[in-house]
């Protein structure tokens, strides 16, 4: 089955150190892959896409992603990590429509 | 604002009564999409429209679960019998010509 796997339930980072969140795919053909932040009571909020085209993909609020075919992987990365990044994020495969993967739930700490 | 609205955003319900939850989408935008989301999981795809067209439809989307999209604009998702098992987040969707997916804020279901 065409999926994508998020193999931390949380990730713990210290503010201004970079960040890493981890996704990886096992999907046939090209993959159409996502990154969403899930805010408490706010809606799930767009971050950045790879459809195809340049591996690295900058995104908002300073995040980007690396599409590895070769590891079938699509990290999240940020340089310098905000008390504000702290929230849940989604990699997301689109078919038609959004398979999610489960969320890794990201802690900044002051 | 012209994002996803969602109502209600929260309703707690006896088992065995029927809810009705409502969706307005992005006004230009011709697709909308229904996601589940239980505690500590991510949303799971329950069924989505092409202006009112029906188009897909999940196994998890029971025969106590309709969705309507009458006129290609709003979408009502009605749970017939509610169960304890139905409590979650209910988050719509909706896209326009690309393939980014808007959401809105989630009604969350409670059934007592």
């Known amino acids: 089955a065409q999926s994508v796997a998020q193999p931390e339930d949380q990730v713990n980072v210290a503010e201004g150190n970079p960040l890493t969140v981890k996704c990886t795919y096992s999907?046939?053909?090209?993959?159409?892959l996502f990154w969403y932040v899930q805010y408490p009571n706010r809606g799930l909020q767009f971050l950045l896409k790879?459809?195809?085209?340049?591996?690295l993909v900058k995104g908002s609020y300073g995040f980007e992603a690396e599409f590895n075919k070769s590891q079938t992987s699509f990290h999240l990365k940020k340089p310098s990590a905000l008390v504000s990044d702290s929230a849940l994020y989604f990699c997301i495969y689109n078919f038609n429509k959004f398979y999610f993967g489960s969320g890794t739930k990201l802690n900044v700490k002051p | 604002d012209t994002g996803v609205s969602q109502n209600p955003r929260h309703k707690i319900t006896k088992r065995g009564q029927n809810v009705t939850f409502r969706c307005d989408p992005i006004?230009?935008?011709?697709?909308l999409y229904w996601y589940r989301q239980t505690l500590g999981q991510g949303p799971e795809f329950l069924t989505y429209?092409?202006?009112?067209?029906?188009?897909?439809k999940s196994r998890l989307l029971s025969d106590r679960f309709s969705a309507e999209r009458p006129k290609g604009s709003f979408s009502t998702l009605e749970i017939q019998r509610t169960e304890q098992g139905d409590s979650a987040m209910y988050l719509c969707?909706?896209?326009?010509?690309?393939?980014?997916?808007?959401f809105g804020p989630g009604t969350r279901l409670t059934v007592l």
């Open positions: 429209f092409q202006n009112e067209a029906q188009l897909e």
């Open positions: 790879y459809i195809t085209g340049d591996n």
């Open positions: 969707a909706s896209s326009g010509i690309g393939d980014e997916q808007f």
């Open positions: 006004s230009e935008h011709n697709r």
């Open positions: 999907v046939s053909g090209n993959p159409y």
